[in-house]
């Protein structure tokens, strides 16, 4: 099993920048895809950006792009989203997710969750 915890949440005027951090029980970098979803109160679960093992590849929501940036560190077994010019937009919890095989934009296709971590922006 692979666990993830995210970090980095927390409150931001909007424009501002937070970055999150995603930490994995075990080096991913060989075998997982990796993923940023979010999901605000009373909403479906929206992806956000992808990252492939390699970190070569990567994919974002049309309403990320520009703004966020995925990546990661696989000798720190560790997926980092940077948050640019963060809008109220942009307020939900944010979970970390991870796959062997990359499952797209579909939240229910990834097997491996983070707890998630509150981001908020206020205007």
């Known amino acids: 099993q692979v666990q993830l915890v995210e970090s980095g949440g927390g409150l931001v005027q909007a424009g501002g920048s937070l970055r999150l951090s995603c930490a994995a029980s075990r080096r991913t970098s060989s075998s997982y895809f990796m993923g940023w979803f979010r999901q605000a109160p009373g909403k479906e679960r929206e992806f956000v950006a992808a990252?492939?093992?390699?970190?070569?590849?990567?994919s974002y929501a049309d309403s990320v792009k520009g703004r966020f940036t995925i990546s990661r560190d696989n000798a720190k077994n560790t997926v980092l989203l940077q948050m640019n010019s963060l809008k109220p937009e942009d307020t939900a919890v944010y979970y970390c997710?991870?796959?062997?095989?990359?499952?797209?934009?579909?939240?229910?296709?990834?097997?491996?969750w983070g707890q998630g971590t509150q981001v908020t922006v206020s205007s």
């Open positions: 997710s991870a796959d062997r095989s990359y499952s797209g934009s579909q939240y229910s296709e990834w097997d491996y």
């Open positions: 990252i492939s093992w390699s970190g070569r590849g990567t």
